[in-house]
């Protein structure tokens, strides 16, 4: 996977975002991986993806979706283990361990861009 971060049009930057982009990585996930980091520091960006599941996960997940522009179209907090969540008009996904939302404070329609740190 691609390592980045994004950059959000009015909030902090998220320094650590893996770009799951492929057939393989999307489907994988975080699947057989170590928990992402609660500050919400790291996160797994999945394109295209308007729905994920945490079916085998050992922790919920918050959840924001973006449009084709990946402008912020909705979010989900807390999803916990063996759920799934979907957003109408979503064709990315960012995973966030539970509880980073309460500080990143995502915007409807605010832009987040992924930038490559390769």
Request: aromatic letters at 12%; a positive charge.
């Amino acid at each position: 996977m691609k390592v980045g971060c994004i950059e959000r049009e009015y909030g902090t930057t998220i320094p650590c975002v893996w770009l799951a982009d492929r057939w393989w990585s999307r489907s994988r996930g975080l699947l057989w991986r170590a928990p992402l980091a609660e500050a919400g520091s790291q996160a797994l960006m999945i394109e295209p993806c308007a729905s994920v599941h945490t079916f085998g996960m050992g922790y919920a997940l918050d959840l924001v979706f973006l449009d084709s522009r990946r402008r912020v179209c909705g979010w989900r907090e807390r999803l916990v283990p063996w759920r799934a969540a979907a957003c109408r008009g979503a064709r990315t996904t960012v995973e966030f361990h539970a509880g980073t939302l309460e500080n990143l404070c995502p915007q409807m329609g605010e832009a987040w861009i992924w930038r490559s740190v390769t």
